[in-house]
């Protein structure tokens, strides 16, 4: 293609390509949409069983993407290109990619990726399963399965693609900024509607009214109920909508709180779930009239008949081969796990011997090969008894009816029966030989099964047979040796093909036999073995790295990730521009790590250098290509973070407290603001409490001042994963004290499983402050977590509270510290709920314990039973505990333990020891030894020490149960042992309750 | 074309062909739109002298067009395909019908027609002139010429095509309804959008919540305020769409009354121009970025240079033709009209003669012929005053320089100069010859004047030029004999070229000769001359009529407006469904001759018969189609009325006044229910004060209850025209009287000038109670009209008053009607208020007799001094009273009266005449005279009585004069011959005020 597309060329090549696969095409729709799924045309036609082919360009409004026109890439407004293929056609990846063909992209020539992303719409009450495809590390098209939409399971499964025009234009036309491509010859992008860009902007950002237009939103929720109730449902479809675009405009005027937008999008939800569930069953109603189209638009699916292989006499290499459209990375794991495994499980349990077995996964193929199968199952004989040879043989010896019968049962004649003597009786036998099958016959039986077998996190369906898969399946090849085994799944037969390398077009490439597989394959440059692609991936990108002198950060994870999203692994070097370095550290590595999934690159000193490592699927070819496409899309991001920046310190942190007041935390609890308000005042009785230095404390209070305060900060907005660290970054920026800077960071800690901890005292403060506050407000509203439900992430802030305190060792019963909390809140936290909280605080320092410690059960249970509040203790206590059990005389403790508590567990009364009423030397022994252990505990004591004490008073327990009668005759005599010995059973208290161990 | 385009295809060919013509291909927008136009690529993009080219679809939403997908044609959402051109690219016409043609509609098998129609959006500030385009009667297509959008003069203008795309699919695919085209193969415009075009009538007839709505809208106003306030004029304009389509689902719904509409246009128009005088500000503060297309879209205009021909020497003939797209059918007329006196006048005024002139036009040329014009200008010779010979010569009788100036000055040498006697002095005179120019410079030269010089009612802009014409001139022809004649207008310069016949695809055709042009256009078949086509047309539809024993009615008015909208008329005949002719003959005739143009026909006894004739223009290949085509259109257009018909007669009319309730009259006046009740009061009281009798006002008031209810019908809602026929008819069908269904008609007449009055006692009675309501009521809300406004058609209302009571000669002193009428109304009629309305009245009245009778303005001035408020009194007196100013005697009888007034008029008071305090026989004898004739007179005698009994009393007043002096000495005597000279002058008293005639 000489000249590139244009952007209206594209469009209308893009109708003029999905017209000739059939599909209608549709025009974009008359009320703002956030993108093209919202059109009806995908939203309502995607429900029910009628097919239905369909594209359309839609200009996608999502106000809070507005950068005043100052990002190349991101606008609140832009143009989807959208597909809807239902039911699946079986090749939509192939007919996609066709169509970038048909746009001048040359597959060849650049690395088109299908990266998982899974949608999910809650307004829209939909999701699915699918990618992002990128091109050069740019994302251009959403690719999707559709699950389900307005609440429904979708049924057939619909095939969404949607592209990103002004991307793929960008890419056709080299182009630096969206700004700059070419609508037409002569008029640019920016020349139709970069002044509309910027004002909307402007509107979103700083005009819209909010009250008024919540008032809005408000009468067209009715007006949704009316036009349903009325049977105009598109009309209460379009209703919901604006309500959409409504809720957008408010969401970027700042104006909606945590619990507003949750209420906000379950209101969303409730209407699109109701409109669809009125128009399923309309369409119903109407006899689903497209059911016509189902000829027009079925699937061309050549069936082919399973030819039975000759059964094979010799041992064969088994190769087979399944087939999917990319696999998400986590999956390709889940995969390899599973099968290393199943894949021998599954040969012994067929009976089949081999010489090998080797499992290999690449986002494409699932592959089990298995060296030298036997051609058959052994034979076997089995002995099967009969019925009582008395019934068998008449008097003359003849055999019955029931012999006979039993005979023929079992394919024998009756002259092969036998007479044997079993448990005692005599019975007819007879001798079945089972004849082992051919491996081909038993391999075709159990392979499905084996696919079935695997699973996933996430499943989708993708056809008519609605099997459920992490992707779906596109081809099954199996050979027994050179044979084609016939097997079936998923309505996909099995053949002797296979598909290359998508940059060279996934050529369908014929295998001749099992071995020659692996050749195949190996010229397609597709490394099949994890380990190996990681190492390939491990040396490459080192030595990129080390030809500028740099090296890699050490970054499992993401190299975990990367080796599972490329078959054919080709490193690439880029650079970026140094002014970005200015940006800090956190958010340049997020931005590539997390979005695009590029290594970083640091120098000597473990500086940030300006370049970045890729990987491609593919080979060399046109590196530069690629690696031009992946500066551009690092660019745009970092653009995009650089406006957040710049954005971000025209104000002062404090400034944000402002904004803080219009962001709900929840309506009955106040503002953001009202709750960082809440955490500051929190924070001397707390560290009080907790006996920080007040030097610390005073720390905490000004960095509590500001906790909360990048939450209105744009670049905490878009990434939300770096609240706390932009606070830091902004406040040092400011000349705030360093440690008052951490504080900031710190009070988010841990932000999740496996996070760090607050370092300093006062970041401890805070960070405990803010997760009291949230559970004693959240329960004294009534928003405990629910089993499938916690929007507030309750359970991580308890857990974060019982970490803090547990790894610090800091000894505080948290009844004192929810009761200052609870002091603060604008609403009480009564009786009922105080004891549900220490219920809820008990019961995650239970789960955390048995997740923390090796301690047992009971013994967790036992501490809990007496320092349930106080995490700190029983951290330590539980593994002290732990250890106690594990004594050799534990026994004997224990039990010596046991005794006192049990005797005296029937008495009301606690009585007081009488030392001078004490009658028998033993008592006195007794009450000496105690005396002697008591006085050196302390309430701070420990298990440790309790126990200490307690064993050395064992002898001098089993000296006094071996002759004295606590009973006595005498009450005061009695009472007098009881108090002794309750005595001793205290000596638990405050520590454990040892009757909840086993043993006791 | 094989296979005619489906819908899909039809759009992406447009998209295709404007693209190739340099267009931006746009999309839909995503606010809901009533059309392309309010797409802002077009309204915005429109202003200021960006040039600017675009094309897209626009799905446009009319909810009042929504018939609940019963029409085959009429639907509340169907698909524009708008393209903006600016500017003008000089052959706009061209280019559009070679769109229709790469769609596959061959012009030559078809009657494409530009139907003049004039544009206008009240609420957008926008009107402009052009044309709909018909396919064989089908409106598909609307053309115009943008002269003004958002309130702004549009510089250069811009040329809007927009195509109706399922009217040409529906023609393109033969198909019968729009719901049976094919969208795509197998999926039809119904199985896409039916039930959603149901729902949304549902949505906008039955549901939508008015009182919530109209909140939005006032909200929504407020927010474009907001958004323009802080610069997002985009966001702006987004309001005012939304606005404008909330105030259309309003109107739908039936909750806009007439203020209430003419309030929400204000301030939809208000916004608007807002908007786009902003928006023009804007673009003028960036600079017109899109200034740089203009090498890209301008023009590619052949600049011919003028040719100057040889003077030529023999007369020759001169022709004519200003080629220009399609005249109204007025404004041929007019052409016509004004040619016939300037052509002429123009030759005689350059000096040229001739042997004939003939002027002709047809909607495309202008055609001047002028027969053996001289070919030069005659020779002139003129004798000129110079200075005083005294300065001319000096004492050597030298000349001076003086002298020799004045000779240079007049390109003589000085010798020849002469001395004459000039008004009795001398002076030098020179004798100046002026030779004669040629022909062709002359014509040259006044040729564009001529043009320049026809005037139409309404005149557009379309290319830099700006010059004003009905339509775009594209083409001039001008020849002298066989020679190009070189004229330049607009922009274009002439050439020998003229264009054939629309369907022969207006070939250039080359004209030899001025006389060569006659063959040229007969072998086109053009009929140029008026009368000839207008006898042709006439002899054809007549013998299509007896074809089939039927008759045309007899309609001049539609005769001659076929006559002006084609060149070539072929008439033809079609036919429609026979139930249609249950319809009402009125709704039929309305449809037929309104909206299309056809001729009904009747059968011999004068009843309506199932066909129709018209008349296309061209010859009469593919006739079969053309009538096929026309009579699809009638078909979906009697389907539209059968629907509101049925629809209508689902409730009786009564129900109307139920509905009327809710459209408001006025809003200080209330609904229109109001007002039907107010002038169903007023009936008997006006009744009687007319003294018309009894069971007439029953009559009347019976009407009256119903008078307004078919304003809630849907047939009057769609063609306003129908209103009170259709009451007329519902009444009936009802089984109401006749002389009460006459009333319901009556009562609006009349509608206009020259409209019939009504004949029955009781239609007038409540067509003046209707008048009367309306005056007294909106001169009480103070909505009295202005010079340019007259919103209530109050002007209307005063006249059909006048005609009503003078041809009635229904003697009524409008005093007493209107103080019954102000006495029901519920605000009061102030004094102030009531004597505005009165002079309102009189101003009416004064207008009416000027031009309905032949009177003089001082007799008019004469009569309304005293009969201002008595319309049929006036309307006999100023016809009396003129045939007396004609009386030969005249002049003595005013002369005698004037005396009688002339010499009391200074007394201050009335004196009683006292019969016994005469002194002279002169004064009783006069007196005698006065009693005799005074007696016969009645207060209802009028102005021929009058003067009848004061002619008789002359000689009596003269002897009077000659002998009597008036102011005698003697008080008594004096005021007692004053007294009668005073009761004299009483005469006229209620009748006339003569001193206001000339010669009093």
Redesign the interface.
């Known amino acids: 293609m000489a000249q590139p597309l244009s952007f ?2 594209v ?2 090549k893009l ?2 390509f999905w ?1 000739d696969q ?12 956030g993108a093209g799924t919202g059109n ?1 045309a995908t939203l309502l036609r995607v429900l029910g069983p009628e097919p239905w082919r369909v594209a359309y ?1 839609e ?1 996608s ?1 999502r106000p809070d993407d507005g950068r005043y026109g100052e990002n190349p890439n991101r606008m609140q407004k832009y ?1 989807q290109y959208q597909v809807i293929l239902k039911p699946d056609p079986g090749n939509p990846q192939e007919l996609y990619l066709q169509s970038l063909e048909a746009l001048g992209i040359n597959p060849r020539e650049h690395d088109i990726r299908f990266v998982e992303d899974n949608w999910e719409s809650p307004a829209l009450g939909a999701w699915g399963l699918g990618w992002e495809v990128w091109l050069d590390g740019q994302e251009i098209t959403q690719f999707t399965y559709f699950q389900q939409a307005g609440g429904l399971e979708l049924n057939p499964v619909s095939v969404e693609i949607t592209y990103g025009v002004e991307r793929i234009v960008l890419a056709l036309q080299g182009k630096n900024s969206a700004w700059e491509i070419d ?5 640019t992008y920016a ?2 509607i970069y ?2 860009e910027v ?2 902007c ?2 979103y950002f ?4 909010v009250e ?2 919540k ?2 939103y408000d ?2 929720e ?2 949704m109920g ?2 349903l109730e ?6 209460a479809y379009d209703y919901v909508l604006k309500c959409s675009h409504l809720f957008n405009v408010l969401d970027t005027r700042g104006a909606i709180g945590v619990t507003e937008r949750a209420v906000y999008f379950r209101r969303m939800r409730d209407m699109t779930r109701t409109v669809a569930k009125a128009y399923a069953e ?1 369409r119903e109603a ?1 006899g689903h ?2 059911l ?2 189902k000829d ?1 638009w079925d699937i061309d699916r050549t069936d082919i008949l399973p030819v039975f292989p000759q059964p094979s006499t010799a041992p064969a290499d088994v190769l087979i081969e399944i087939g999917v459209e990319e696999l998400p990375a986590g999956d390709v794991d889940d995969v390899i796990a599973h099968l290393i495994k199943a894949a021998p499980a599954l040969f012994e349990q067929a009976k089949l011997t081999h010489s090998g077995i080797e499992t290999m996964v690449t986002p494409r193929r699932i592959v089990l090969s298995a060296k030298q199968v036997s051609p058959r199952q052994p034979d076997e004989e089995q002995i099967v008894k009969g019925p009582p040879a008395a019934r068998a043989f008449d008097a003359n010896g003849q055999p019955t009816q029931a012999a006979i019968g039993f005979a023929k049962g079992k394919g024998l004649d009756v002259s092969a029966l036998k007479r044997e003597t079993i448990d005692g009786g005599e019975y007819v036998t007879a001798l079945v030989k089972t004849e082992g099958k051919p491996a081909t016959s038993v391999l075709m039986e159990v392979l499905p099964q084996l696919i079935a077998g695997i699973k996933f996190g996430k499943v989708m369906r993708w056809n008519e047979t609605n099997v459920a898969f992490s992707r779906p399946i596109r081809w099954l090849l199996a050979l027994w040796g050179d044979t084609l085994l016939p097997v079936e799944y998923a309505g996909i037969s099995s053949n002797r093909t296979t598909r290359g390398l998508r940059p060279y077009g996934s050529p369908e490439l014929s295998v001749k036999s099992a071995a020659d597989y692996f050749r195949v394959i190996k010229e397609q440059g597709i490394i099949l073995n994890y380990e190996e692609r990681r190492a390939a991936i491990t040396q490459q990108i080192n030595a990129l790295a080390q030809e500028i002198n740099g090296t890699i950060p050490n970054d499992p994870d993401l190299l975990d990730e990367v080796v599972n999203l490329v078959e054919a692994p080709t490193a690439l070097r880029g650079t970026f521009e140094a002014r970005d370095l200015e940006l800090p550290r956190d958010v340049l590595v997020t931005v590539m790590r997390k979005h695009q999934r590029y290594f970083p690159v640091e120098d000597a000193n473990g500086q940030l250098m300006a370049s970045f490592i890729a990987v491609r699927n593919g080979d060399a070819e046109h590196l530069d290509k690629v690696i031009h496409g992946n500066e551009h899309v690092l660019r745009a991001r970092f653009s995009d973070a650089r406006y957040f920046f710049s954005q971000d310190i025209k104000k002062p942190l404090a400034d944000g407290m402002k904004r803080l007041e219009t962001l709900t935390f929840q309506e009955k609890l106040g503002s953001m603001r009202d709750k960082n308000d809440r955490v500051a005042k929190l924070v001397a009785p707390l560290g009080h409490l907790l006996n920080i230095p007040e030097a610390d404390i005073q720390i905490a209070q000004q960095g509590a001042q500001l906790a909360k305060a990048d939450l209105a900060k744009q670049m905490v907005v878009e990434m939300t994963s770096l609240q706390g660290i932009m606070g830091r970054e902004y406040a040092l920026r400011e000349g705030a004290a360093p440690e008052v800077a951490q504080v900031i960071f710190e009070h988010w800690l841990p932000r999740g499983a496996g996070d760090q901890l607050p370092q300093s005292a006062a970041g401890r403060i805070v960070a405990l402050a803010d997760k009291l506050d949230s559970l004693t407000g959240l329960f004294a509203a009534g928003l405990a977590p629910k089993a499938t439900s916690d929007p507030y992430g309750l359970r991580r802030s308890a857990l974060g509270i019982i970490q803090i305190l547990a790894h610090s060792q800091t000894d505080v019963d948290l009844n004192d510290a929810l009761q200052i909390a609870a002091g603060l809140q604008p609403i009480p936290l009564n009786a009922q709920q105080q004891q549900q909280l220490k219920e809820f605080l008990i019961g995650r320092l239970d789960a955390w314990l048995n997740e923390e410690t090796d301690a047992p059960r009971d013994v967790i249970r036992a501490v809990l039973a007496e320092q349930g509040l106080n995490p700190a203790r029983a951290y330590r206590a539980v593994q002290e505990l732990t250890k106690w059990t594990q004594h050799a005389d534990w026994a004997v403790i224990l039990d010596n333990f046991a005794r006192c508590v049990r005797i005296t567990r029937p008495e009301k009364v606690m009585y007081s020891v009488r030392p001078d009423a004490f009658t028998e030397s033993l008592e006195r022994d007794l009450y000496a030894a105690y005396e002697s252990v008591a006085k050196q505990l302390t309430p701070s004591s420990g298990i440790d020490e309790m126990l200490t004490a307690f064993a050395l008073i064992v002898p001098a327990i089993q000296a006094f149960f071996n002759t004295i009668l606590v009973h006595a005759e005498d009450k005061a005599v009695r009472e007098n042992r009881v108090a002794l010995l309750q005595a001793i059973s205290n000596l638990q208290k405050g520590r454990a309750d040892l009757s909840e161990l086993s043993g006791f």
Request: net charge negative; with cysteine; aromatic share 12%.
């Open positions: 209206q060329q469009i209308l109708h003029q017209a059939g599909c209608a095409i549709w025009e974009p729709y008359n009320v703002q949409v009806p360009v200009p409004v143009y609508w037409m010859p002569g008029l020349d139709m002044n509309e004002e909307y402007r509107y700083d005009i819209a009214d008024a237009l008032k809005v009468t067209y009715r007006e009316r036009a009325g049977d105009s449902l598109i009309s309309k109407l009239p497209l016509k189209m027009y």
